[in-house]
C-alpha cells in the first residue's frame, strides 16, 4: 500500500476554483482508477490551506493515478501555489490501512512509471523500520 498526506497552499482568491477541480479529480479518480483505496480533500485551519488524504493498492495505483488522462488534463499552477507530498505509514492497531512500501522497479514498468517514480519517489523514513 502507498498512503500520503499532500500539504497544498493554493493562491489567493481561489477556493471555488480548487474546490471545484478537486471535486472533479475525486469523482474522476473513485470512478475511473481502481488501485485507489482513499482519497479525500480537507481545508486546513490557515487560509489558503487545504490538505489531501491518498492512499493507494500500491505505489504503481499512485503513480497510474498521476499519470491518468484526468489528472494530466488540468492546470493545476492556475490554483496551487505550492504542494508537498508526505508520505505516511499507519499505527499498527489504530488505522485501518497497511504498511505504505516501496516495491522496486521492475524490468516490466513502462517508461511511465520509471519517470513518475523519479518524480515522486516513495520515502520511508527510517523511524518507522522498528516500529513495523
Request: aromatic share 12%; glycine share 4%.
Amino acid at each position: 500500500m502507498t498512503t500520503l498526506l499532500a500539504h497544498i497552499t493554493i493562491k489567493p482568491g481561489s477556493e471555488d476554483e480548487f474546490e471545484r477541480i478537486m471535486t472533479f479529480m475525486v469523482d474522476s479518480t473513485l470512478s475511473v482508477e481502481d488501485g485507489v483505496v482513499r482519497y479525500e480533500y480537507f481545508k486546513g485551519q490557515k487560509p489558503n490551506f487545504y490538505y489531501c488524504l491518498l492512499s493507494f493498492r500500491d505505489k504503481w495505483a499512485f503513480y497510474d493515478h498521476q499519470n491518468s488522462d484526468h489528472h494530466e488534463g488540468i492546470d493545476f499552477s492556475a490554483v496551487i501555489e505550492s504542494i508537498s507530498l508526505e508520505y505516511l505509514d499507519p499505527v499498527e492497531g489504530a488505522n485501518p490501512l497497511t504498511k505504505t512500501i516501496d516495491a522496486p522497479l521492475e524490468p516490466h514498468h513502462s517508461d511511465a512509471m520509471v519517470e513518475a517514480e523519479k518524480r515522486y519517489p516513495l520515502t520511508i523514513a527510517d523511524w518507522w523500520l522498528p516500529r513495523r
